[in-house]
């Protein structure tokens, strides 16, 4: 195993190392030595402010993967406060878009709902969310996915909701 890719457990510290493997658009890990095509942000040396701020601009950009992995460094940040489960639930929310993108349609599904469900937990608002309106859209693009209205692939129609 490449050192660079020892030591992906617990909370993030400055001594902890990201993995430098290329990866292709929708962050799926290609051979080592290829090109890589998705450059992105240092999230463990961000705040999890600036992490959030950054999940949001990815996301509403239609950038699933680095959305998903700047929260998911949000999470991992608050564990052990009241945000850690919203952060949770917005890094399942941009990788069951992710999963619809790379046709994995169960995987899309289960991602949506967890995320969803976690994410109306919290009040309209919080950190400049509206939850509910984000939760209605992830289980109605679900149910979509569900009943064949959306096929899942990269080029699955459907549109994500402005966080």
Request: proline residues 6%; aromatic residues 6%; glycine residues 10%.
């Amino acid at each position: 195993m490449p050192d660079d890719a020892v030591g992906k457990t617990g909370k993030p510290t400055e001594t902890r190392n990201k993995t430098r493997r290329p990866r292709d658009r929708l962050g799926r890990p290609q051979p080592w030595g290829a090109e890589n095509a998705l450059e992105l942000e240092d999230f463990d040396a961000l705040t999890v402010e600036e992490n959030h701020r950054l999940g949001r601009e990815h996301l509403n950009a239609g950038r699933f993967f680095p959305a998903h992995e700047a929260w998911e460094t949000a999470w991992k940040q608050s564990r052990d406060t009241t945000d850690a489960e919203f952060f949770k639930g917005l890094s399942q929310l941009g990788a069951g878009y992710v999963h619809l993108l790379r046709g994995n349609a169960h995987g899309a599904v289960r991602l949506l709902r967890r995320a969803s469900g976690r994410i109306r937990a919290y009040p309209s608002g919080h950190h400049g969310v509206e939850t509910i309106r984000v939760a209605d859209a992830a289980d109605g693009l679900a149910a979509r996915v569900e009943t064949g209205e959306v096929t899942p692939g990269e080029d699955a129609a459907f549109v994500p909701p402005h966080v």
